[in-house]
Nanobody, 126 residues
Framework: QVQLVESGGGLVQTGGSLRLSCAAS????????MGWFRQAPGKEREFVAT????????DYGDSVKGRFTISRDNAKNTVYLQMNSLKPEDTAVYYC???????????????????WGQGTQVTVSS
């Protein structure tokens, strides 16, 4: 099991940027693929981005592709989500999650992630 703590959320205007961080502790961080998901009020949890355990592969949800970038620093046990050109529809609670996958795999499915953080609120004003 790995413990995850997100930070970096807040209030930003349309077109602005935020960088979320997710610090991991517990098991070996570098053995986990990492993902970011989000959930807006009244909506289902949505896949945002994922990165393989060594950082070689990434994948993004269609709604954020070209605007968000996921990265990781295994020496710091941290995964990041750089969010640019933010829109009001990006408003949600953002969660990071950890998954033990085969090799440098990634996953868009929330069900594949066993460990989750508590979430951080991102609000984009129009």
């Amino acid at each position: 099991q790995v413990q995850l703590v997100e930070s970096g959320g807040g209030l930003v205007q349309t077109g602005g940027s935020l960088r979320l961080s997710c610090a991991a502790s517990g098991r070996t961080f570098s053995s986990y693929a990492m993902g970011w998901f989000r959930q807006a009020p009244g909506k289902e949890r949505e896949f945002v981005a994922t990165i393989s355990l060594g950082g070689a592969f990434t994948d993004y949800g269609d709604s954020v592709k070209g605007r968000f970038t996921i990265s990781r620093d295994n020496a710091k046990n941290t995964v990041y989500l750089q969010m640019n050109s933010l829109k009001p529809e990006d408003t949600a609670v953002y969660y990071c999650a950890a998954a033990q996958l085969y090799g440098e795999s990634v996953s868009r499915s929330a069900g594949g992630y066993a460990d989750w953080g508590q979430g951080t609120q991102v609000t984009v004003s129009s």
